[in-house]
């Protein structure tokens, strides 16, 4: 029997893996290292460094074309019948790991209601600082005129 | 092809590089570290030539290597090939791009409008000397808009398509493994225009620049505008096991557009690069826009321009010439001298050598 894979109430999988790929390492290791505690019998596929190589679409011609490679560091793991993936920019193993286990947690639906907040708060901190960042640009634009 | 094999040199060659690294002293975390932070834009033109986006890794090299950039760059493409390729992201096109720069030098009216984002443009070119006298130069807080620029903007290009001043691009359902790709594959000529962006994009910062610089002066069929310059960061998204595509993180990407008239339309060269680096982008795309029926063996020509801006081969080649070459500089010297003795009418004669 395939098990049910658990969800966060407030968050689609792909929102919640963007922001633990993006989340601050520290703040995500320590929010995911009480987690393993409900987490028996857990087993380490994978953790380990790699390459995703970057496509582009050309807007001259259409062409998809490679841009170069970006290191990555990956964790995938298991435990009752279900896995937890991690992925992030960098060679930080550990924040793999951590992603992992909250991806894990979830699908489990175990420690919903900590990882759901964990995720609000930190997709509201990506949040604020893209939108600073954006302030920032805001304040280069440029009326151009012609005389 | 005679080489001949130095015997007796080990310890000198220790030494020398002894003698290299000295200069340098200790690598430690921190000047990586620092290197990493006040360097953003050399760390972003080691990545993209190394075709390797990681700060650290290229922080790193440029330490260990006192800031020999080619040197820098071979101990990246080296590095890289220890490491397996986990997956190849989805294509990233210009509409997705998480925007800081924005200009275009065709129009100045384009929709979504224009974004300086950080340059030096505009900027006098002074130089604070007086930080060697004890001073410290800190740069004037920025003073953020009440409200944010659009993240994402529209394409100028497609807009131009809309008004008839351009061909709309065709639709390209490569992706995956099966975009053709010049680390796996040998750049055979003419080659796929997968071929050629990806080279331009790894491609050497100087010899891009000085070749597109020729095609801009006139040596080149087409003269170009900056049709749009973004700096941009791009989501590489990947794929769950369990399918949901997410992004695994940002990088910074560059990307040009050149526009020049041909005939009766538009025609368009196009460039872009792993982290900030926009002299190389434009030249890029200038070579790209003159590539095109270029006369054999001239500098805008494609096989001309990715071979000779291949920075590890061309700077490996340039250096391997100090290297040993006694037994084939002896071969020349017998050759000239042969050559001279029959000019004077005399037999060639064997001479003794200062290495024999």
Redesign the interface.
Known sequence: MTPTIGTLPDHGHDQMLGVLARADAARLKAFAEPLIAALEGIEVRENRTGLVMLPMRDTAEGTHFHLGEVLVSEALIACDGLEGYGMRRGRDLEAAMAMALVDLSVALGRNVPACNDFITSEAAIQAAEDHETLRRVEATRVEMETF | MAYVATRGGERAIEQSQRLFRAEMGAITPERVAELRRALPYLIDRV??E?????E??AALALAQTGGELYEAILLLRAW?TT????????????ESL????R?SAAF??IPG???????LDYAHRILATEVLEGATSRPEP??????????QQP?V??WQAANGLLSA????S??GND?????REPLLFPAP??????SL??AETGGVLALGYAAQRGYGQAHPTVNELRLAE???R?T???G????????K?S?A?VVSKKGSALG???A???GWNEVKVIAAATL?LNAKGAPKGSATEEEFFLYHTEGVESSGFCIHFKLPHYVTFQSSLDAMRDARAGAAGAAPSKQAEPAE
């Open positions: 990545m993209g190394a075709s390797l986006y990681d650290d890794l890289r490491q397996p390729r986990l997956a190849v992201a989805a294509p990233v096109t210009q998480f925007t800081h720069r200009i100045k009216d409008g224009q974004v300086l984002g950080p340059t920025v003073e953020p808009a009440d409200r944010p620029a659009p993240a394409s290009a497609a691009p065709r639709a390209d490569t992706t975009i053709p790709d010049v680390t225009r997968a071929h050629s962006l990806q994009a790894r791009a989501d590489l990947v769950h096991p369990r949901t595509v997410f992004s695994a993180g940002r990088v990407v990307q557009e368009l060269g196009f872009a690069t792993l790209d």
